[in-house]
């Protein structure tokens, strides 16, 4: 089976699309309605966004914002709030869930194409209860 990965369109359709698509996909589907929906919507309207779609339904989706090393390292380290920053050094990945893991890479390198050279970090939450982990990349 075939997949694209590519952008949506900033608008009601596609903010739709995706919130369905995190619903049914732990943690989000655990997390209040307007933190998440909030996320989606600035990473639409920032495009800091990417999906996976596959038989024409979203299969993946990935968010983040752009910020700087420092500010992202105060997030993942010191549990500071996450701000973004015109002058970006570095994106937080805020947001990102498949349905199957053949798609992570793929999203990934997509991602990494948009955002040259920029370090990305995130933050792991795992569906069975693990402890969640912080992750950072050095982009080059």
Known sequence: ???????????????????????DHEP????????????????????????????????????????TEEKANAWLNDGAPLLTDADATAIAVTVFAVTDRKFILPMVRYAKKREPGLTVFWKRYYQDGRTPTSKTVEVM
């Not at 996320?39 to 968010?63: E, K, P």
Request: charge should be negative; include cysteine; hydrophobic fraction near 40%.
């Open 1 to 23: 089976m075939t997949f694209d990965v590519s952008e949506l369109p900033s608008n009601p359709y596609s903010l739709g699309i995706v919130l369905k698509f995190l619903a």
């Open 28 to 67: 989000f589907s655990e997390f209040e309605f307007g933190v998440t929906t909030k996320s989606v919507f600035y990473q639409m309207q920032t495009n800091c966004h990417i999906v996976c779609v596959q038989n024409d339904r979203v299969a993946g989706y990935l968010g983040w914002v752009r910020t």
